[in-house]
Each structure stands twice: as structure tokens, then as C-alpha cells.
T-cell receptor, first 114, second 115 residues
Framework: AQSVSQHNHHVILSEAASLELGCNYS??????LFWYVQYPGQHLQLLLK??????LVKGIKGFEAEFIKSKFSFNLRKPSVQWSDTAEYFC????????????FGTGTQLKVEL | DAGVTQSPTHLIKTRGQHVTLRCSPI?????VSWYQQVLGQGPQFIFQ???????GRGNFPDRFSARQFPNYSSELNVNALLLGDSALYLC??????????????FGPGTRLTVL
């Protein structure tokens, strides 16, 4: 069975600090990888996705993620965070080959302080 | 365009009762998936429906069931509620099911509290 691990459960940063959130998955086959964000009081929104090709993917709001197949990792990065990035971030995996099932990590609560 | 809508927003039930949650997908989307998000955890996949047929099922007991209607809306039913069923139930819709993954758009969820 697939599983997703997010190592940081709570992260507190000051504005303009750099962000890296870890995500590792366990699944040996082809995967589609995602980062979702949930702002306070809002529904889950897609930040970025990786299906194939360039392992460095860029998403909305200046976020990017790098797929490292050998490490089964898909870490999320942002060079300079803003207060408005305060949210919960979820890494998710879909086993390639069909079906819409997403397996989510437990989430990372990010708080950005002014 | 309206996004995925879910009703009700909040619901309080007691143990042993039955609950029905509803979801309307984005117009033109034919696939609906249901997820359960317990506090402090990520969403867990319950079901996927496409063209009124079940296309996937997560590791949930038979007390959980769902169906999809001709207009592609969907209902999630949970029987014999347990305290542990308290969670946010999310619905996600996607446009097609071609055997490949399609991007899912999530609704705001229904917060179910079981007392």
C-alpha cells in the first residue's frame, strides 16, 4: 500500500525566510505527485503537481517542488515566504495507471510571522 | 463558475444514527471522490464514482456507502455512526476518467460530529 510521510508537522518562519517542507512516499511504481494547500477557512487547493518530465516543477504563488526518484521524495520549496502563506500543506500521491485515489500525508502546519 | 458544493456544512449526530452527505460536482465533471479528514491528519480516500459506477474504494467498513446520480451529484451514506466517524468529509470532482489521473477539485467539506 502507498504511504506518504511529511516530517515537519509544525513550522514557524519569519517573513522572507526560505521554506522547505519534506515529503517522502513509499510506492515502487509510477506515481503522480501533488502538493495541496489549505488556507484557514478555505478548501483544499492544488499548489503544484508532477506527472512526468522535468523533476523540478513550479506551481502557484512562487512555490516549487523537486521530484527525486532515488530518494522517493517530493520536497516543497519557496525562497521567501509571506505572511499570507500561513496555511496547512499536504503532500499527496496517486499511483499511476488509473483511478483518482490520492494518498495524503498528515500535513504540515506553516505559520509565518511578521 | 461554481465550484464543488457540499451540504450540509455542519452536522451533529449521535452514535448509532445514520447520516447522508451530499455533493454537487463542478458542471461538466463526471467523476466524484469522497475523502474523510480526521482532525490532525490528511484526507483519506473513501470512494470514487464515475458515470454512476464505483471505480475505487478505500479501506473503510461496509457502514460507508455511496452512490452517484444521473446528474453526477453524489451521496455518501454512513450507517451505525461511531464516535470515530467524527471528521470533515470532503468531496472532490474531476472532469473525466480516461484511465489516467485527472486533477481533482475539492469542495469545502461537511463537518460531522458524532456524540
Amino acid at each position: 500500500a502507498q504511504s506518504v510521510s511529511q516530517h515537519n508537522h509544525h513550522v514557524i518562519l519569519s517573513e522572507a525566510a526560505s521554506l522547505e517542507l519534506g515529503c517522502n512516499y513509499s510506492y515502487g511504481g509510477t506515481v503522480n505527485l501533488f502538493w495541496y494547500v489549505q488556507y484557514p477557512g478555505q478548501h483544499l487547493q492544488l499548489l503544484l503537481k508532477y506527472f512526468s518530465g522535468d523533476p523540478l516543477v513550479k506551481g502557484i504563488k512562487g512555490f516549487e517542488a523537486e521530484f527525486i526518484k532515488s530518494k522517493f521524495s517530493f520536497n516543497l520549496r519557496k525562497p521567501s515566504v509571506q505572511w499570507s502563506d500561513t496555511a496547512e500543506y499536504f503532500c499527496a500521491v496517486n499511483a499511476g495507471g488509473g483511478g483518482n485515489k490520492l494518498t495524503f500525508g498528515t500535513g504540515t502546519q506553516l505559520k509565518v510571522e511578521l | 463558475d461554481a465550484g464543488v458544493t457540499q451540504s450540509p456544512t455542519h452536522l451533529i449526530k449521535t452514535r448509532g444514527q445514520h447520516v447522508t452527505l451530499r455533493c454537487s460536482p463542478i458542471s461538466g465533471h463526471k467523476s466524484v471522490s469522497w475523502y474523510q479528514q480526521v482532525l490532525g491528519q490528511g484526507p483519506q480516500f473513501i470512494f470514487q464514482y464515475y458515470e454512476k459506477e464505483e471505480r475505487g474504494r478505500g479501506n473503510f467498513p461496509d457502514r460507508f456507502s455511496a452512490r452517484q446520480f444521473p446528474n453526477y451529484s453524489s451521496e455518501l451514506n454512513v450507517n451505525a455512526l461511531l464516535l470515530g466517524d467524527s471528521a470533515l468529509y470532503l468531496c472532490a470532482s474531476s472532469p473525466l476518467d480516461r484511465g489516467l489521473y485527472n486533477e481533482q477539485f475539492f469542495g469545502p467539506g461537511t463537518r460531522l460530529t458524532v456524540l
